[in-house]
């Protein structure tokens, strides 16, 4: 067992890296990449069909000849590597034999770390991870997606942002209620409610049909239905709202 | 499910409303299509028309609308699209819905999203 824990031929000196062999003196395959499925038209590095990882052996490994992939480090490794816990760095191989998740991971790699700011990545999960419920992380983990810092102030101005937006839906939903108790009519009440309405849809729905006496029949039915607001958008606002908070508060945790 | 009944002052029947955290559109679609009497259903296309107004159909030969008032509330309405021409009583057609049982997991969603535990009451 020689380099990476692969099997070396005693003949030749070659490591067996199951698509191909490995020369561990030159540093380089003995041939090219097979197909070159490991190509990345954005990355020069990956042109060299005979290259290994990437020329990055410290931050990739090759474990079938195919495909570099990113290692993970945790526990005691991660101590001694003097990476965090479950840093980005070192462990185990994530996605060998996955050319769906490579081409995924080089794709977000280029997104994010070139064409757009990692501010703006940090703040899209901010706001993303509260609208989804929490749920955002545990994406991110599946799709082994880790650009993302939960600490930084791009990222805690994106949860303030979903705070913002849920706590203004439940906030309309009071304010329905409120009025629809408040006022002297249901006439008065659906008049209320369809202003709140035309506003929060930032004027889209002022053509859309007014509830009035004709479709309620009593002016008590049209104040109960300006007092209804939609309770599973009401659920998911006040669950934003609450993840929202949850992000900003929970750095590190 | 629970249905409200609608009448004018002249105590006709001419409207009602569900509680749309019970059923999906399609579901209410497949309802109103099992229903004798009920023709030409159409459902409103992503991004095209008031999204409020969800299905335009046919009662008896006369157009009817299923509406969710302002856009979000927790009720459909269905009911003549004009309350002022002549109308069939929608009676029976209410009965369809009443008879609808919803799958054991919507009505627990139901349950906890519209906060049913904490005022059983207002279910009726």
Redesign the interface.
Known sequence: MRFTGKERDAETGLDYFDARYYASRTGRFTTADPGHVGRNIFDPQSWNGYAYALNNPQRFVDPTGLYPCSIRLSGDDAAAAGVSDGGSVIGECVDAEDPLKWAQRFFLDRLFGNLLTLQVADFSAGLGDALLLGAGPRFRRELDIDVVDQCSGAYSAGAWSSFAFGAARVGHAGLAKGASILASSGVQASAFRQGLKTAARLGVAASWRQPNLAKYGTDEALRAAADRTNPVVNAWGAGTAAAGAAGVLGCGQ | MTTYP????AGKH??FEIE??YLTLSKAAALLRSHDGVSDIQQRRLFRG????HLRFRFRGVPFIL?????????Y?I?PAN??QAHPDVADLQTTFDRYDPPFLRKALAY????KFLAPARQK
């Open positions: 609608i009448a004018d002052d001419f409207a749309n955290v008031p999204m409020d107004l509406w969710e008032p302002y856009g979000d509330s927790g009720r309405w009911g309350e002022q906890l999203v519209a906060l």
